[in-house]
Nanobody, 117 residues
Framework: VQLQASGGGSVQVGGSLRLSCVVS????????IGWYRQAPGKQRDLVAS???????NYVDSVRGRFTISRDNAKNTVYLQMSSLKSEDTAVYYC????????????WGQGTEVTVSS
């Protein structure tokens, strides 16, 4: 599996970003895909996930601000982030469910999001 996340950048508090992730190297349309993030000095945390049928789930800290979606025809998962806060600053990774426990070497480089005031 290859995971290529993109779309990160530097934005101000209250801004928006749309992350994209191409999941390739196999067929993953039947897998739940999650977006994880890792802030400096902190552990990796799951912030949103989407099932094969498109059912989303969010942690409380991003619910109402983030929207996860997927396009199986394009092998792509998206994370629309709005009303960004400084605490959203992190490296973001998209990960199919069978890799949620690692090995983390398969997670790729992720995409970095920096939110500043």
């Amino acid at each position: 599996v290859q995971l290529q996340a993109s779309g990160g950048g530097s934005v101000q508090v209250g801004g928006s970003l749309r992350l994209s992730c191409v999941v390739s190297g196999g067929i993953y349309s039947l897998n739940t895909i999650g977006w994880y993030r890792q802030a400096p000095g902190k552990q990796r945390d799951l912030v949103a996930s989407i099932t094969d049928r498109g059912v989303p789930n969010y942690v409380d800290s991003v619910r109402g601000r983030f929207t996860i979606s997927r396009d199986n025809a394009k092998n792509t998962v998206y994370l629309q982030m709005s009303s960004l806060k400084s605490e959203d600053t992190a490296v973001y990774y998209c990960v199919p469910d069978f890799l949620w426990e690692g090995p983390y070497t398969y997670w790729g480089q992720g995409t970095e999001v920096t939110v500043s005031s």
